[in-house]
Structures are given as C-alpha cells and as structure tokens.
C-alpha cells in the first residue's frame, strides 16, 4: 500500500524532520497541534494541521482518540508518532491498527516485550546475548535478592523494569544500604512507571553508552546500521552523541550488531529501532534495553550510513522489503550530535526557556540543523526545553569536532541559555578528543567555572598593553591641561588647596 498522506503524531523539530522526509517521497503531511503550538513551524509546514487541545501534553498530544479521529478526519492512511509522547505506548498502536490506519512503527508486542527490560533481558538470554551478571526476574523476596547482591558483588545497581531516564535506579554501595535504597527504588518506580517492579544489576563504575541502528522489513529481514557513542550525558539523558564510536574495533562492531540483530528477530521487530549496550573498560558489551522507535540521535547514522531512516520506515510501513543487504552497508567519515536544550548548565542544566530574541543557525559544509524554532518564537514550558539538534559531518572524527566547534559558534540564540556552550567544553577536552570518556564525563570534568571564557597569554599581554597606553594618554592630557591653565600668581600648591 503505498502512502499519499501521513499524519504526524508529534510536535517541533522531529515533526518538521519527518514531513521533509515525507515531501521529498511526494507524500502530503498532517500536522497536530496544541494551543501552545498554534504558531509552531510543524504546523506552517505540513499540507493541513488540526488542533487537538490545550497546551498539557496529557489534554492533547497524548491522548490517543484525538490523534485518530484528525487522522480519519483528514484522510491520512497513516501515522508517524516521532519519538517521545505516544511512540511506544503499545495501546496507541493497537488503537491505530483497529480503526484500519497503519502505524509507522513496530507491532504493539514488540513495543510490550521491549518496553519491559525484563521481558527484553529474557528474550536476549535465548540468544545467549550478554547481559550485565545480576538477577533477569523482577525481585520479590528481599532476603533473596540480598543473597544475589552478595553474589553479583557491591556495589550494585538496583533498577525499575519499565521506563527509563534514570527513575527507579539506585545505587548500593554496601550492604547495609540494600533495604533502604530497595524501598526507594520500587516507590519511585511506581510513582513514575504505574509499574514497582525492579531488578539488580553489577553497577559498572566506568562505562560507555554504545548502541546499535536496527531496521527490520515485514520479510523478515533485518540489518544493522553501525553504532552511536551516547556516552556524554547529564542525569542519564544523552546531550552529546557521534557515529562511530571512536572505540569500537571491526571485530567488536560486527559482535555488536550481530546481537542487535538477533534482539530484534527475538521480538518479530519491524521498522526502525535501537538496540542498546553497556561496555565496560575493557570493551566487554552488556545488552541493556531496546527502545522500539526512532532515536533523537538518528541523524549521525544517517550521515555515515547515506541511509535516510524516516524513508525507510515509511517505505517498511508500506509493506517494501528492504532495498539493500547488510553487505551493502559501509561507514562513510564521522558524524556528530549535539542537542540544543533550552537549559543552563551553568545552574545545574535547569530550564531556562524565553522568547527567542535572536536565533541565527549556523550554515556551511558538512553542518545539518534539525529544529522546529524560528526567531521572535516563544518556547513553551509544556514540553520537552530541545530548540535543536546540530550535526556535523567529516571525513575523519577530528573534523567533525572541529567542524562543530565552528558550527556552535555560528549558532546566535539570544533570549534564553542553551546547552551550546557545554557541548563546546566538551568538543575541546582531551578526555572527549582523545576517545578516552565514559558516562561520568560531566562528574569528572564539569563545573560550570569551565563556561568562564579563558584568557590566553597573549590576550593578557594585549590588555596590558592596552591598559599602559591608556594611562599614558591619560597622563598626557593631565600635563596637557596643567600647563595651559593659568596660575594667576597663586603656586600650584595653594592652588591644590583650593
């Protein structure tokens, strides 16, 4: 079946990327929008737009029998539901398939067996993929699950079973501490998640975030697509990523996605999804989880793959094998990620959200901006503070770096702090150019004294000899003035007393 309209079940700059995307296939977008959002730059793009509520995301984007009805009401065969929001809520797909529309994404058993990380961590073990030592059944006997702890070794880590951002995850250090930080982590999970059910891991002090791109075809086919390093983040949320790792030997990558491959196969996987994996410091990989959609980080598989993803997905929704095989796929240079959130890392990467006085994105070769933001727009409280995301691409990762440096520089954003200058702390430290970083980055080497601009020696040297010229003007023009004032018979000294 091939497409002639989509609906778009999603907001800002991943709304826009997907309809540029859909455009290019001569396919007709719709676009849904929230009170907030009236004057979004999704909605003035897209060939129609409906409004479905009011700006909370719990009265208009997340509420399934709204985004169905615009999609009947509008006639789109299809809906893209973007990441976030509605994209792996296994109720919303099933919805779609019963009113007759198709869902560019995976069944809703894939999303439910994923989206419990016990259910993934079970269909991996069939594989005998490996998983980070700890228990793969949800904890119920805390006497038990003490004994496994001592088993496993402290520290560990003690984590929920649904959802994800680093709620219902702790950290036990000793013993002593299991019950309480147990008791912390199943309350927290099912206050975030509807769901308490919690796991243990080994906690690996030092490790890398690397994940593997998977598509799979209604064929049965299915490909790797290399890997992202997703190391950089800040409270366990990714703000800098690149493709490939700088890390990763042949041998290892094709281990990695060989795994990725057969998580997907495990669970009938169909479209696009990402495979994750924990590595330890001696480059031993753990799966961890699979998120059954499209990443925010996707672009730097696109850039060293040639592969648009999003037309992939569509033409997999459609029903179309897969257009080329795993021997087809080669790197081609290095891409970097970098995401532009409205927030201050100087003030602990808080919200920091406004008008966008000024906004200026940076242009030239090898440089790609994803937004959804213009200049005079106003970004809204309601949802997630991302105004972009800038990728570049090189031939080698030293000119992606600084191909990214130059392209943070050109980018003017005046009304509210982003996350710009951080992303350029981390293109300039040695721990980030020399490979040599794990997911602590931002407790080792960040504090925001770093964001300070430096001086250099030879700037100093400028400012003092700036400094020393002015002050002899300045003593210049004294004497100057002294000596063509008159005395009137009086000596400068009484004069001074005067």
């Given at each position: ?211 593997i791109q998977v598509l799979g075809d209604t064929h049965g086919n299915v490909v790797y697509l290399f890997e992202r390093e997703c190391s950089i983040q800040r409270r366990h949320q ?182 710009l200058p951080f992303c350029r702390f981390v293109m300039k430290h040695e721990a980030f150019t020399s490979g040599q970083f794990d997911t602590n980055f931002v407790k080792h080497y960040f504090t925001p004294e ?49």
């Amino acid at each position: 079946m091939k497409f002639t309209k989509i609906l778009i079940a999603n907001r800002g700059e991943i709304a826009v990327r997907i309809m540029r995307s859909a455009r290019e296939m001569g396919i007709k977008t719709v676009a849904v929008y929230s009170e907030a959002d009236r004057n979004a730059l999704h909605v003035r793009y897209a060939d129609e737009a409906v409004f479905i509520g009011p700006a909370p995301s719990s009265q208009s984007y997340l509420v399934i029998d709204k985004i169905i009805d615009a999609a009947l009401r509008t006639g789109a065969q299809a809906i893209h539901p973007g990441y976030g929001f509605l994209s792996e809520n296994a109720a919303f797909a099933r919805a779609v398939k019963q009113q007759g529309l198709v869902l560019i994404g995976p069944s809703p058993e894939s999303m439910e067996m994923m989206g419990s990380k016990l259910a993934a961590k079970a269909a991996a073990k069939q594989y005998n993929i490996p998983l980070v030592p700890g228990t793969d059944y949800a904890i119920s006997d805390i006497a038990a699950a003490r004994k496994v702890a001592r088993e496993v070794g402290f520290p560990i880590l003690i984590k929920a079973s649904a959802g994800g951002g680093g709620k219902g995850m702790r950290i036990v250090e000793q013993e002593d501490q299991f019950d309480e930080m147990l008791e912390r982590a199943v309350s927290e999970a099912t206050s975030a998640f509807g769901d308490g059910s919690v796991f243990i891991e080994r906690y690996v002090g030092s490790p890398r975030h690397v994940e593997i791109q998977v598509l799979g075809d209604t064929h049965g086919n299915v490909v790797y697509l290399f890997e992202r390093e997703c190391s950089i983040q800040r409270r366990h949320q990714k703000v800098v990523e690149e493709a490939p790792s700088s890390i990763l030997t042949p041998e290892i990558r094709a281990k990695m996605g060989e795994c990725a491959v057969l998580v997907a196969k495990a669970c009938n996987y169909v479209g696009a999804g990402t495979v994750e994996f924990l590595m330890d410091e001696k480059l031993n990989f753990y799966f961890l989880e699979m998120n059954t959609r499209l990443q925010v980080e996707h672009p730097v598989t696109e850039l060293i793959s040639g592969i648009d993803l999003v037309k992939e997905q569509i033409k997999i929704a459609e029903g179309e094998p897969l257009s080329f095989r795993q021997e087809d796929l080669k790197i081609n240079g290095h891409a970097m990620e970098v995401r532009v959130y409205a927030e201050d890392p100087a003030n602990n990467f808080l919200p920091d959200i406004g008008n966008l006085k000024r906004y200026v994105r940076p242009q030239g070769a090898g440089v790609r901006v994803d937004d959804g933001f213009e200049e005079g727009m106003d970004i809204p409280i309601y949802y997630d503070p991302m105004i972009a995301k800038l990728i570049t691409w090189g031939k080698d990762r030293q000119e992606a770096i600084d191909r990214m440096i130059r392209a943070i520089d050109e980018y003017k954003i005046v009304g509210c702090e982003t996350t710009l200058p951080f992303c350029r702390f981390v293109m300039k430290h040695e721990a980030f150019t020399s490979g040599q970083f794990d997911t602590n980055f931002v407790k080792h080497y960040f504090t925001p004294e770093k964001l300070k601009p430096e001086v250099t020696a030879d700037e100093m040297e400028v400012a003092a000899l700036m400094v020393g010229h002015l002050q002899t003007a300045d003593n210049k023009s004294a004497n100057s003035r002294l000596s063509s004032t008159p005395n009137q018979g009086f000596s400068a000294w009484k004069t001074n007393r005067s």
